[in-house]
């Protein structure tokens, strides 16, 4: 097996406060700590299982900047062979059409025969760049996959629907699997192990060398535009139920159901 | 594969840890506080793993993952061994070869990546000192305290108080002092009990340079854990390091603090391991607290070396025991319950998180209370 | 020319929510450009199903066809395309769901058109179409514009809207299968359904916390049974495993697990620190905790401060009721 993945670095912003750059257009990341991209991290881990159990090989990609070096090395340590890593800011990044390019231009013309990526980014949620990709590669794929079978020639994914529900589909290879968290145990990169994969590839390259023109990934060729970042009004954090017990019981069962929630 | 990092060199693991030097008297396992709530028998331990080819299925054993790290067993060693480094070598081998229990990987990450093993971004470490007057120290310039926060303390807000009243304290006694702000990273005490030893000769290595920069007399401490991680595994460290009791102990004998009021209170202190076991600090928090107007400090039965462990450390706050028997840290304030102290004072965070939440669950929150030294002292500060 | 395409979504013989849904959104969108809503229902065997929908007032556009009988996003895909083609539609509007995230990025790709993923809202504005699309977990908000284009396409985030009332009666146009024949390189297999019994909390939808405040075992029955009442599995603090109330796999937080569920309603969970770093991931919180204080109330969306023992069953006997 020969297989892709296809990463992102991204903000953890599950607790801190998000402010909007007055560029109107980007948000102030100088307090984030940033870390591979949850649903990535388990496409990284069923990338190395997949060739522990079949051989192979398994190569890295990801657009982002130097920083995300550290995630990509964490991946090289448990056990991917090498990295690729795209740095251009000419690339429309917030359009996953746009990304699905940049990634389709990576992989084009190799040999492979699965490219994994995490069913969703957690930053920008948009569940988009593996399923664009796999058209542009011209393969088969399958989403939110939450167990990977790996058969002659084909594979058995089982895609989460809602409700826990799962929609088995076998698919030829090559194919785009895009990964659900919780399809597997993530392990550790140990720092030794970091350390030791220092000595594996990771290749740095823009655009240019990859062969393909600015004008087919940047704000031009993209056809949505991202106007502007606000922050939603929310009515303070916390609504405060009050009343007397059965009141709030009550009224908090209504919000519940009201909202969708139940 | 990277995997089964057996000896280093040409130790073996038993070399390495001097494991032939055992007598198997037995002390470690019969001086052993958790040997009351899980399997963990610290002795067959240090005899089994003499023999190499046993190492990866003892590392397979839960029960390497009950030790709190308290040094009960390396104290009661009449040989000088430290047996619990024996479990700590096999934490190793789990660890190295990737395939740790989800919470340590994310505790272990989070060290290596934000220098905290709270999953808390770096550039949220000093949050704590927002309102507050806190000198932070300038590498080119001479400071006689450098303080050092620990990752518990800068980002648990139960225990943000430590820093928040050592500051106030400082700042009324006018001592030189300068904290080191959010380039300061984790001691690494944890992550060395937690077996991770590449993580912890980085830690070593960054934090010994980082901190050899500073012009400081000495280092400041807030937690035993960075204490005595200091002071017995940073070999290159060029400064001493003191545990915040003992610069305080001192000022107070320097006559440079006082309370301005009493607190007519029964209170008992808890010993935490790596303040007194390890680091051999007994006197210097108790006078603190004596010098207390009105406070009747009580002993425990178990005190000083021989006090009884909260199972806060040896990376236990991201490991649970699965043993369903009562914490110690329970047993611990029952017996401060049944002597009548209505303060169980402590001087490290993780006391602090494990006493309270068994005060807690044991319904005694009406009647007695939980306080880090520093809580007691800024309310006395007034 | 200026009609809206709305994707109809159906599972082993029902419509799902998000088709209804997106009936709430398309008349007014369909007004603005200058057209009609037409609702495509792929299937085999869809009478029904076409009945029910042309009930919302819409014409409903039935490919029924034997290849058609399982889901498949290929197919669905070639169908769109094909339809896409034939009628030029103004705006295709599918489900943000686990079909339509399936499909639409592909045939965006393969049609070039303008695409924006999880939209929770959308407006013509001057000419222009606009979405408004959610980042950082919602914590902000992205204006969208979509460059001028024949065909415009979308995924519509569940829940956002909600379904209109059955209006007036619509019509019901049949038309040809554009598939010739069947996949080679996607089939349907079978579907799974989740197992009962052994729960991964990780994986829960709706989350039922417990902590110190429930005091004893003996009030597990009335959690239980607002759990059972509205799906959900029971996690609880390392307090409430401890006592045994629970077994160690539902314990949320630093030494037990992270969930991420769509609610999180945490009951006599006092929230410290160990404790909420384990729901960071979870979109709405519900506190009840008698302890003003409570940290946990700085994590939550909706608070009552109160006594859980209270609060429970009546919560529960209302929302039996609410839910009929």
Known sequence: MKTFVCIKYVPDTSEAEVKVNPDGTSVDSSR????????????????????EAHGGS?????????????????????????????????????????VARTLAGVIKGQEFDLVLTGCMASDDGQMATGVALAELLGVSHAAMVKKLEILDGKVKAHRELEGGLMEVVELSLPAVITIQTGINEPRYAPIRGIREAQKKELKVVNLDDLGIAADQVDVSASKIVLEKLYIPEVVSKAEIIEGEPDEKAEKLASILVKGGLV | MWGMM?????????????????????????????????????????????NEEMLEELSKLAEIWDCTACHTCAVRCPKGLKPLEVLFGLRTLVVESGKTQPTVRDALESVFREGNPWEKPRATRYDWMEGLEVKIADPEQPVENLFFVCCTIAYDPRVQIVAKNLVKILNQAGVDYGFIGENESCCGSEVFALGEEGLFEMTVEDNTEFLNEFQARQLVTLSPHCFTTFRTRYPDLNKPVLHYTQLLDQLLQEGKISWNQDLPKKIVFHDPCYLGKQSLVFDEPRRLLKSIQGVELLEFDRSRERSLCCEGGGGKMWVESESKAQRLAETRIKDAKEMGAEIVAVACPFCVLTLEDAMKALGYEEEMRVAEITELLGELLA | MGNVFVLAEHRQGALRDITLEMLALAPGLAKDFGGE??????????????????GYGVKVLVVDDPLLADYNSDKYQKVLSALIDQRKPSLVMVGHT?????????????????????????????????????????????????????????????????????????????????????????????????????????????????????????????????????????????????????????????SGKSVKPKLYIALGISGAFQHVAGIKGAKTVVAVNKDPEAPIFAHADYAIVDDLLKIVPKLTEKLKELKG
């Open chain 3, 98 to 254: 686990a079909q339509g995230v399936d499909m639409a990025p592909a045939l965006a790709v393969e049609k070039d058109l303008p695409f924006v993923a999880d939209v929770i809202d959308l407006k013509l504005e001057e000419g222009v179409l606009k979405a408004t699309r959610q980042l950082y977990s919602g914590k902000v908000n992205a204006t969208i514009a979509f460059k001028p284009a024949d065909t415009y396409l979308v995924t519509v985030r569940e829940a956002a809207f909600e379904a209109p009332d059955p209006s007036a009666a619509g019509s019901i146009e049949k038309i040809d299968s554009p598939l010739k024949e069947d996949l080679d390189y996607r089939k349907f297999v079978e579907y799974i359904e989740a197992e009962v019994g052994d729960v991964d909390i990780t994986q829960s939808e709706v989350l039922v916390a417990i902590g110190r405040g429930l005091r004893e075992d003996k009030n597990l029955p009335i959690i239980e049974e607002l759990a059972n009442t509205i799906k959900a599995d029971l996690c609880g603090s390392r307090a409430a495993v401890d006592a045994g109330w629970l077994p160690h796999d539902r314990q949320v937080g630093t």
């Open chain 1, 32 to 51: 984030f700590s940033f870390d591979i991209n949850d649903a990535d991290n388990y496409a990284v881990e069923e990338s190395v299982l997949i060739k």
């Open chain 1, 58 to 98: 398994v190569t890295i990609v990801s657009i982002g900047p130097k920083e995300s070096e550290v995630m990509i090395r964490m991946a090289l340590a448990k056990g991917a062979d090498n990295a690729v890593r795209v740095e251009d800011s000419r690339i429309a990044a917030y359009d996953p059409l746009m």
């Open chain 3, 37 to 54: 809503v037409e609702v495509l229902l792929l299937g085999s065997g869809v009478d029904a199903l076409a009945e029910k929908l042309s």
């Open chain 2, 6 to 50: 057996m000896s280093t060199e040409n130790q073996t693991f038993a070399e390495k840890l001097d494991l032939f030097g055992c007598i198997q008297c037995g002390r470690c396992t019969g001086g052993c506080p958790v040997t009351v709530r899980t399997n963990l028998n610290v002795r067959r331990f240090v005899y089994d793993a003499k």
